[in-house]
């Protein structure tokens, strides 16, 4: 029985392991495509092509699901083939874990980037040179949420 | 005004932290009519600082200090700077109904 529930704990981490891994490769790629562009600001934003709105798109949908599933699903699932008793836990017991742990820089940052993805979420409508400041963070955003997800791969032993 | 006295501390400490020591922060919105139940928090943070991309750095600086502090809710908030170009009416708005916290 506890074997079994080793077993479930190191298959989920390793699915929210693949999850991750698939949406920073699509992110990374829409990277790629708007180099070029880079750093927007809000008239390059403004003139972008329709192909470069499709990577900006899939950029934002990339970055957001990436961080999401990074702190819902694999963070836990590490801590629990860590052996770590943080499962009934508030989410920032886990990050100070994972910090003091040295999987996690800084959990500061670790909600900077969080609070990137909430601006494609919601918030006042400030214009193209604001969207554009959210969408240059991200891109930057992107190779930090890498290595984190780098470091939680070397903890978990894949 | 709905908002507790923790609330007000950690706002008020975490935009002098992200803002600087003389910024000040206004709630308005939903949350200063007591007659009203949940909702947004909707934050105006006046501050002397300036420049698009410093504005940006305090704002996620501020709400990440926020977060870890109260916990994940719904925080919008809006920065009147000396050389902000956009104001939208939501600005005026604010400034004309916000309590200072």
């Known amino acids: 029985m506890i074997s079994t529930n080793i077993e479930i704990n190191e298959l989920r981490f390793h699915d929210a392991w693949q999850e991750c891994c698939t949406h920073l490769i699509h992110a990374r790629h829409a990277l790629k495509s708007l180099t070029v562009h880079l750093p927007l600001d809000g008239q390059k934003l403004a003139l972008l092509d329709l192909e470069s709105i499709q990577d900006v798109d899939q950029l934002v949908l990339r970055y957001s699901k990436l961080q999401d599933s990074m702190g819902s699903k694999l963070f836990p699932a590490l801590l629990k083939v860590l052996m770590e008793p943080l499962e009934d836990s508030p989410m920032l017991d886990k990050l100070n874990r994972l910090e003091k742990m040295g999987i996690l820089p800084s959990v500061q940052r670790w909600q900077e980037l969080r609070e990137i993805r909430n601006k494609f979420a919601h918030d006042y409508p400030e214009g193209d040179d604001m969207k554009a400041m959210v969408l240059n963070a991200a891109c930057s955003g992107i190779e930090e949420l890498a290595e984190v997800l780098d470091s939680v791969g070397k903890a978990g032993g894949v | ?101």
Do not use: H, N
């Not at chain 2, 006295?5 to 950690?10: K, L, N, P």
């Not at chain 2, 975490?14 to 909707?42: H, K, M, N, P, Y």
């Not at chain 2, 943070?45 to 704002?59: M, N, P, S």
């Open chain 2, 1 to 101: 005004m709905r908002i507790t006295e923790t609330e007000r501390r950690v706002l008020c400490d975490a935009a002098r932290e992200a803002f600087g020591a003389d910024s000040t922060v206004f709630l308005f919105g939903s949350r200063i009519d007591d007659s009203r139940r949940g909702g947004d928090i909707d934050l105006l943070v006046k501050t002397d600082k300036t420049g698009q991309a410093v504005i940006f750095e305090a704002q996620i600086r501020f709400l990440a200090k926020v977060k870890l502090a109260l916990g994940e809710q719904k925080i919008d908030v809006l920065v009147d700077y000396p050389d902000r170009k956009s104001r939208p009416e939501i600005l005026r708005i604010a400034k004309a109904s916000g309590v200072q916290l």
